[in-house]
């Protein structure tokens, strides 16, 4: 059967692996709309969106370029700060709900994407661990200086202030968009589970057709054979820069899908700090380095276990204690 | 004038000067050897004849433009392809990409043709493909196009390698220790196949060998380095010959 539709085993891997997610959309909304899902269930599908993207994207990064990134949750951090700063900022302004997403998404991809490449460059000549702890170093910087940003915006325009939002010097009836530590609230929440497996499919074709184009094997070539790589003419810089803008750039994407399902944002430890980056690339190693479903199927077992283990985090404790004796 | 025109080259490893004032002359079409003992500089004059290192000083004419000091994959744009003397073949890769790897720069489309899958990704993968396989095919290995590169038996890898050194186009080939690892029969056929690519694409190929026999079998001219210097130079039969050259690698 696969010989007749002209398919070889790995497209028709990518077929099953995008018909997974349609299937599992499909019978998520009939179980939905016959009111079998939990509310904490359905609070989950959006983060559940958000962790497939952010796991498939490292995986391009780790998996394929074979590259040890631990600041993808910069990444993220950028693209949901810098999505929400303009839906807030725009609010009133653009009314089309899908528009005015669909704009913030392309924000946040196109700022992560930007700082992907600002930090590909200088990392460029490191390998293995150094690249591993300056990926790092540049997350946490990321999430911390955005802790301490203060943006405004009143009748002359939009104010900026590393200090507090007095500094701003505002003009009655200023706005404080982002304050600091408490980061952006009142974001409109224009993301929706819809959405988010939309974007789920988007990344999963772009980074599909990334691995099976020219592109791809050149990533792949210089994975396996750095020198190899370079004699028969692949240009090194080139093909790793460009892995890691879009890598970020899918990071922010899933940034956005975030940031636009609370009203409130901010960067804490917990979902922009090195733990979360930490967290992504152990969905990319559970489900397996350059394996696409693995990276989805690795994300959402490895968020719904502590979801219905809930009732026995007591006994965490217990656990805890042994270990600190 | 010759193909390649290699004069002084030279290069150090803090005190130590792993080549020194090495000189050569490759005529287009040749089958030119490179042969001396252990640690002579061999792999490093290929190095540098690939720009994998820099050279301290010296010029490599390749058709009348110096490409000494050039980065290697300018080098290679420039015509210069090579394998290694432990094979580095992309091992996750099946055979036919590892040929389509090569052939990138010359079938060219952006990241973004890739990604949205415009018809000039599906022209430039179809001429990807007829090519590989043509190439593929020359080495005896297109009924094993889509298997994995590290499954190939070792000589196949061998000839893997070399069939995507020709993917880039070169002008000239360096197959460094070729032979190393096969059975007589392998080398047999090995010396057949080098032939063959001279033949067929009328390539002018510089091989670093151990293996007498196919030295003395397929190389028109040759080189004896000895610690970094040039010891001998000229025909196969007459540079055998020479005393030095027997004392100093061939063993009396």
Do not use: W
Not at chain 1, 109 to 131: E, S, W
Not at chain 1, 252 to 269: D, E, M, R
Not at chain 2, 222 to 248: R, Y
């Amino acid at each position: 059967m696969k010989k007749k539709i002209g398919m070889n085993k790995s497209t028709y891997n990518n077929m099953i692996t995008l018909g997974i997610v349609v299937a599992a959309y499909i019978i998520i909304q009939i179980l939905i709309s016959t009111g079998s899902v939990s509310s904490l269930m359905e609070g989950l599908l959006v983060p559940l969106c958000v962790y497939v993207i952010l796991a498939i994207s490292l995986n391009l990064t780790v998996g394929i370029l074979g590259e040890l990134s631990l600041g993808h949750a910069g990444f993220m951090c950028v693209g949901a700060f810098a999505s929400a700063f303009f839906s807030r900022l725009t609010e009133d302004l653009i009314t089309a709900t899908y528009l005015r997403f669909l704009i913030a998404l392309i924000i946040g991809a196109v700022c992560a994407a930007i700082f992907g490449i600002i930090i590909a460059v200088p990392v460029l000549r490191l390998k293995g661990d150094y690249l591993a702890i300056t990926t790092l170093a540049f997350g946490e910087i990321i999430k911390n200086v955005v802790n301490v940003m203060y943006v405004g915006k009143d009748s002359t325009g939009i104010h900026f202030s590393m200090k507090n939002a007095m500094d701003l010097n505002l003009k009655e009836g200023g706005d404080v968009i982002i304050k600091g530590a408490q980061g952006i609230t009142g974001t409109p929440t224009d993301s929706n589970f819809t959405i988010g497996i939309i974007l789920v499919l988007v990344t999963m074709i772009v980074v599909m057709n990334i691995i099976k184009s020219s592109t791809g094997r050149a990533i792949t070539s210089i994975r396996d054979n750095r020198i190899a790589a370079e004699s028969i003419g692949i240009n090194i810089t080139k093909y790793k820069v460009i892995t890691f803008a879009i890598s970020a750039a899918f990071a922010g994407v899933a940034g956005v899908l975030y940031s636009h399902n609370l009203s409130t944002l901010t960067a804490t430890p917990k979902n922009f700090g090195y733990n979360m980056s930490i967290l992504i690339l152990v969905f990319v190693v559970l489900g397996g380095m350059g394996n696409i479903r693995g990276s989805m199927i690795a994300a959402i077992v490895l968020t719904l276990i502590p979801e219905y283990l809930r009732f026995m985090q007591d006994y965490r404790m217990l656990h805890k204690r042994k270990g600190a004796e | 004038m010759a193909l390649l025109e290699v004069k002084n080259l030279s290069i150090a490893f803090g005190g130590l000067r792993a080549v020194d004032g090495f000189d050569i002359s490759i005529e287009k079409g040749q089958l030119y050897g490179l042969i001396g003992p252990n640690g002579a500089g061999k792999t490093t004059i290929f190095n540098l004849l690939t720009g994998v290192y820099k050279p301290n000083d010296g010029i490599i004419n390749l058709d009348g433009k110096n490409i000494a000091g050039m980065r290697t994959i300018d080098i290679n744009k420039a015509g210069v392809a090579r394998t290694f003397q432990n094979i580095r073949l992309f091992k996750a890769m099946t055979v036919l990409d590892n040929v389509k790897v090569a052939l990138q720069n010359e079938y060219r489309y952006s990241a973004l043709t890739g990604i949205c899958r415009l018809p000039k990704y599906f022209k430039m993968e179809k001429k990807m493909n007829e090519r590989a396989e043509e190439l593929l095919k020359v080495f005896d290995l297109d009924g094993q196009k889509d298997i994995m590169a590290s499954n190939l038996p070792y000589g196949k890898q061998r000839k893997l390698e070399i069939a995507r050194a020709l993917a880039t186009n070169p002008k000239m080939l360096l197959l460094d220790e070729p032979a190393a690892g096969m059975n007589p029969n392998e080398t047999q056929e090995l010396m057949d196949t080098i032939r063959f690519v001279r033949d067929t694409f009328d390539m002018t190929i510089l091989l670093i060998e151990h293996d007498m026999k196919l030295v003395s079998g397929i190389c028109e001219q040759l080189t004896v380095l000895n610690f970094g210097k040039v010891l001998a130079q000229g025909e196969t039969s007459v540079v055998l010959k020479n005393p030095e050259v027997i004392t100093a690698y061939l063993g009396e």
